[in-house]
Structure formats: C-alpha cells, structure tokens
C-alpha cells in the first residue's frame, strides 16, 4: 500500500495550483519572488508540500518555453536559440537547485519519497528536450555555419556543445530508439535512487557497540566521548557506539590497540550494502547491464567510451594508460610500507602478516615512530574556526575576496553558516557562501560543493552572482572541546573550498560555462590545487593556533608536517587508483540481459588483474562507490581525481617557484581558470596560465613516489582539443 505521503504527491501531479481554491491556496515560496538578500532562497518558508506543484509548473513553463524557441520561424542565431534555451527553465531550475541540495543533506523519508516521484518527471522532460528533432534542427543549423557566423570563441564553443549534447542524448536515432532511450534513462533514474537510499539506510544502521573499556585502548578521548554521547542517544548508555562516518571510522582504524575492534570496524565498512535488506549487488548488475544498452543505442563500443568521449581524456585508454604510469610506482611504494609496518609490530614482539584492518594503525605507528609526529597533538592545532580562517585568509590573500557573515540569512539547517562574499579593495558582492561542516543522520557521508544559484552576464548587462555552499562531515565538538579536525579534514575543507572558489569566483558569461560547468576530469584542478596551501608554513602561521593557549603552530611541528607529507603515500595512491581502474573496468563491461553479474567476484578479478596488494582495498568498493553507482556523474570518470592532480602538481609547481602568494601568478590562475568555467577548452586555459602541458612526474614527485629532483618529461596528459 502506498504511504499517505506518496499518494498525496501522485494526486498533486494531477492537481495544479490554478485549480486550487483561494482558500486553500498557499503562496508557494517558488513561485514567486523570494525577497530576500541576494535571493537566497526563503528556507524556513518552504514546505514538503511546495515542491510537487513548482516542479510541475516549471516543468511546463520550460516546456513552452523551448516549444516558442523550437518553433520560432526566423533563421536561427545565437541569440534566438542558444541563449534562449539558456534562460529557459528558471522556476524548475530554481526548485531544483533546493530539492537536490536537501537530498543529500537532509534525506528525510520525505525528500526520499518525493524523490521517488519528481526526479523521474524532470529527466522524462530532461529527454523530450534533448529528442526535439526541430530544436535540434536549429541546433544543428548553428552547427553547421559556426565558423561564419563571426561568434564569439565562447558563443562557438557553447553551439558545439550543445550540439554535442544532443547527440549523446539521442537527438539522432530513429523515434523508437528515442523511445528506448527514454526508457533507459528511466530505469537508470530510479535505479540510482534505490541505490542512494540503500546506501544512506545501510549507513545508518551500522553500529560497532563496545561495552569493555580496555577495548577503548590507543582510542583518542575525545573520540571515546563522542561514542558515549552516540551511546546514549541510542538507548545504550554506558557503553560506547562507533558508527562508519569518517569521524568515527577512521580514529577506530588508525588508533584502537585492540585488533578484534579494528577489524570489526574494517569488515563494518568493507561490507557496506552489500547484505539485506540494503543490498546494493543486485542493483550494480542491474545498472552495468542498462549502461552498455544505452551505449551500444548510441553507437559507443562501451559505456566507458561513452562517458570519456565527452572529457579531456577522450577515450577510456588514455586515462588508463596515465593511471598504470601512476599505478607501479604507487604499488612498489605500498609493498615498502607493509614492510616497514611488518618490522615495526615485530620490533613489539607481535609476529602477524599485516591485513588490511591493521594498515591505518601500523601506518600511523610507523608515522610516529619516523617523524616523531603525533596527529592528536597536530589536530589541537586546527579547530574549525581556525581552518575556516585559513581559507579564507587565503582567499583574501590571493583572489582579494573577504568572507563576511550573515547571521539573519535563510539557511537549511541551523549548523549552516552563511556569508557574504565581497571584493576586498571595493566592495563589491562576490557571492554567497555556505557552509554545513557535521554529520546528521539525514546527510550522506563525504564532502562536497554545489550551488544554489549560478552565475550569468545578460546581454543587456545584467550580471547574477552565485550562491556556493560546501559540504563535510568532520569531527564535532565535544564538551568544552572544539571540532578540532585531522589532517585529512583540513585538506578536505580546504579541497572543497578550492570547488567553492570556482564557482564564487566565475565571471562567465553563460549559465552553462559558468563555475564547475567544466570538463569532469578537469573540475578537480582548483579543489587539488588549493589543498596545497593547508601545509604551507607562511599561511601556517596565520590560521593554525592552538585551541587553548593560542599558540602559533611551531616551526618544529610544521618541519615534521612536511617531513611526513608523502608518508604513506603507497596505500593512499594505490586505493584511489585501484578504484579508479575498477571503475574503467565496470565501464568496459557489456553483459547481456542473461548473464549474471557477481561484483564480488568481478572486483577480485580487477585486483586479480592489476596485482594489488593484498593489505589494500579499493578505496570505494561497488556497493558503496556512490561516485559511479549513484549517479552517472563520475561513472568511468573517478580517474579525473589523478588526471586533474597530474594539473594542480605541474600548476603548483608554478607558486612555489614564484612564491605561495605572488600576485602575477595567483591573478592569472583567477583570470585563465577560476574565471573562465567552461567557456574554453580546458588544456588551452591550463596552458595560457602554465606556459606548458603537464607532465605526470610532477605527481609522482609530489606523492614521494620518484625523487624530487627527477627532471619533468612533459606532456604525460594528452588530448585532442576542444570538444
């Protein structure tokens, strides 16, 4: 039986506004100017009940809108077809941009069973769009006569990939196959949907429930605190819960003496929905098999094809073929740490092979051990608020950006912060930027940027600025203790930051170009890039204080920081590039409808393959590589993580030759890449800021992987031009 809530939305599809009564009409904050500063939109005004009928009408409002525009019969130009598709769709855009930001934030069974119906709606629409064979004809038309319409390289660039889109969403085929197409899609939609909503239950319902004290042994206190307050609201008081959130896992993985715990924890999340009633296998094999029908309808040898054809890389064998350059050196460096770990636990009398639940441990003992470091003595450094400065301090520094906050600002949830991204020297408004920085239930694992508004330059002038939110899950406060974040927390604050400032800082000039609307094994260059600053001891010394004398991090404590900075750089980069060729693979896959797929066997197969390390996992197995089976947004592209550092290493490389801070290079990274978005070719951008194309070795270098001193080889990372 349907639930109330599913049934009063079904009936809301059939019911619109205009047919409601004044009585029971409710102003819908969508539909109507929001009134707020720089249109935030009016949170603590919106309800369940809002979304149904304003994705519906702007479902309808874009419909006539690109029927007008299909329709037009004056010859088609740049500004009659592309630029009124991209002014097209504003109330769905605006619904949208809310409700998705909700869904992966504050996933209540209410926005979950909204999901259900209103996601599949918009990509129906999404399809009749992209199918329109007379919208497409003036498309093409554009196309066709790019080259003498004496366009704008931006306004060209925006025609040929609009046409490119089309294309790939089927523009082409036979009404039947469109048909099959939509079909696809649908099923593609909804499958994704389960997918998320298994993984956030399974989540959730893992519990690791400790009831002995000894066991908390090696356990940082604030952490053990922390599990007693989850222990509580569990029902469990008295005892400890640890859950698989970072900030919970992790601590337990690298600190907890006792092995049983560690490896309770390791198999907790090894195994993440891959049992019932979460069990996300089925769906993967359900998923693989409806990605190679889609790419075999649209003419691709495999989905993997498909999905690179519209990046930098091009094809899935350039992108391996960088990833197995990364891969051996990656591999010989993760062998030299199991041994030196192995030698480390026999020096304590402990004769054990090293699995994979002791990797963290032993990793971080050896890391102790070599650079007398202590990351519970770095981390009292780097409270939130500090960290949160640093960014800033940095933005400031070299963008000439400063972060005011906004107290009485709509925000979705109390924890979030909001300010007001101004131009340091006049003034000016920026953009908005949010941040939401802990765990809920509701919210799902990792970090993020997106936006809530994108930014344009209108014809007439008319300029919009963006509203940026970032998304975490670090540590949280406990008692009269501040969040006081690992290292990994303050590199990830700082990578999301650096997705935050390309989209704040965009000054394209289509909607479509603007911020991260760039190439996906591009969009990581100013999140990689920025990373880089979080260790650099001139910024160090401005933000990194301790939290309670306020002590400058010392000298000595930023030497071993840098000391240890490739430290275990085998594992981390073996993981990532594990999950990234595994991911290629999944892509390579064309099973027919009979076979059985068993991801299991087939992600042992992969390792078999590549000859990982038994100590190492991926660092995303398949039930829960939500990059590649929760939507296709990073399906056979999770390579772009180390395609892009290959980018933000070589580009780095530039700063500190010139200086963390230097003006020239920090403007023409703004201007060549923050600015720009979209509107280029993205090696063509990367190059007018570099001066050349990357080389692989700058990674290798940066990663300790080859010595500092190998010279660069140049031009590791190749492409065919534009789009």
Do not use: C
Not at 166 to 189: C, H, Y
Not at 308 to 327: C, E, H, R, S
Request: glycine content about 6%; overall charge negative; hydrophobic content about 40%.
């Amino acid at each position: 039986m349907k639930s109330l809530i599913r049934a009063a939305l079904i009936a809301a599809v059939l019911t619109t506004p205009m047919a409601m009564t004044a009585e029971t009409q409710r102003a819908n904050p969508f539909m109507q100017p929001y009134g707020t500063k720089y249109d935030i939109p009016p949170f603590e005004k919106i309800q369940y009940s809002d979304y149904m009928p304003a994705v519906e009408k702007g479902i309808a409002d874009r419909r006539a809108e690109i029927k007008a525009i299909a329709d037009n019969p004056a010859e088609p130009t740049f500004e009659n077809t592309i630029l009124a598709m991209e002014k097209s769709g504003r109330l769905l855009s605006r619904v949208m941009r809310v409700f998705g930001s909700l869904s992966e934030t504050d996933n209540t069974p209410e926005i979950q069973e909204l999901s259900e119906v209103i996601l599949p709606m918009v990509s129906t629409a999404s399809d009749e769009i992209s199918m329109d064979p007379k919208l497409f004809a003036r498309v093409k038309s554009l196309y066709d006569r790019r080259a003498d319409l004496g366009l704008k390289p931006y306004e060209v660039r925006a025609i040929e990939l609009s046409y490119k889109d089309f294309v790939r969403n089927g523009a082409l085929l036979s009404d039947a196959d469109k048909q099959k197409l939509m079909d696809i899609n649908k099923e593609l939609t909804d499958l994704f949907l389960k997918f998320n909503k298994n993984l956030l239950a399974a989540t959730n319902s893992f519990e690791l429930v400790v009831d002995n004290k000894a066991d908390l042994a090696g356990i940082p206190a604030g952490i053990v605190a922390t599990a007693a307050t989850e222990a509580k609201e569990r029902g469990k008081e008295g005892k400890w819960v640890f859950t698989l959130h970072a900030p919970s896992r992790l601590p337990v993985l690298k600190y907890a003496d006792s092995r049983d715990i560690r490896k309770q924890m390791y198999n907790g999340y090894i195994n993440l929905a891959s049992q019932a009633p979460y069990d996300n296998r089925p769906i993967i094999g359900d998923i693989v098999k409806i990605r190679a029908r889609k790419a075999a309808l649209l003419g691709y040898k495999d989905f993997a094809s498909y999905m690179t054809d519209n990046v930098m890389a091009k094809t899935p064998q350039a992108a391996t073929d960088l990833l197995m350059k990364i891969w051996t050196p990656a591999v010989n460096r993760a062998n030299e740490e199991v041994a030196e770990m192995t030698e480390y636990a026999r020096a304590e009398g402990k004769d054990i092979t090293i699995e994979p639940w002791d990797y963290y441990y032993y990793a971080e003992k050896v890391r102790a051990k070599k650079f007398d470091l202590d990351e519970n003595e770095v981390s009292a450094y780097f409270p939130l608020d500090n960290v949160r400065k640093g960014i800033f301090t940095l933005a400031e520094r070299l963008y000439g950006v400063k972060f005011t906050e906004m107290p009485d600002a709509p925000k979705y949830n109390p924890e979030v912060i909001v300010y007001d991204v101004t131009d340091a020297k006049t003034g000016e408004h920026v953009a908005v930027f949010m941040t939401d920085y802990f765990p809920r239930a509701t919210k799902r694992q990792g970090a993020w940027m997106d936006e809530l508004k994108s930014s344009f330059v209108d014809p007439d002038g008319t300029v919009e600025r963006p509203i940026i939110y970032n998304v975490g899950n670090f540590t949280r406060p406990t008692g009269d203790t501040p969040a006081l974040l690992t290292l990994d927390e303050v590199e990830t604050m700082f990578h999301e930051f650096g997705h935050g400032l390309h989209g704040m800082l965009s000054r394209a000039k289509l909607r479509s170009q603007s911020g991260t609307s760039v190439d996906r094994d591009f969009v990581e260059l100013p999140s990689q890039i920025t990373e880089h600053w979080a260790m650099e001891p001139e910024l160090l010394k401005e933000f990194a204080h301790h939290y309670k004398t306020g002590e400058v991090i010392p000298t000595e404590l930023i030497n071993k920081l840098q000391a240890a900075s490739t430290h275990n750089q085998g594992f981390t980069t073996t993981e990532l590039a594990g999950a990234a060729l595994l991911d290629l693979e999944w892509g390579a896959l064309n099973p027919s409808e009979s076979d059985v797929i068993d991801v299991d066997a087939f992600e042992k197969q992969v390792a078999e393959k590549l000859g990982m390390p038994s100590q190492i996992a991926y660092r995303y197995r398949s039930p829960y590589f939500k990059h590649v089976f929760g939507s296709d947004g990073y399906a056979s592209g999770y390579y772009t993580y180390l395609w892009a550092e290959v980018l933000d290493t070589d580009g780095f490389e530039l700063f500190a030759q010139k200086g963390i801070f230097d003006p020239e290079t920090a403007r023409s990274f703004k201007e060549n890449i923050l600015e720009m978005g979209g509107s280029e070719d993205p090696m063509e951008l990367y190059v007018r800021f570099r001066g050349h194309q990357p080389s692989v070795d700058a990674l290798l270098r940066n990663r300790g992987l080859i010595p500092s001193s190998t010279p660069a080889q140049g031009g590791d990372i190749k492409t065919q031009g534009g789009k």
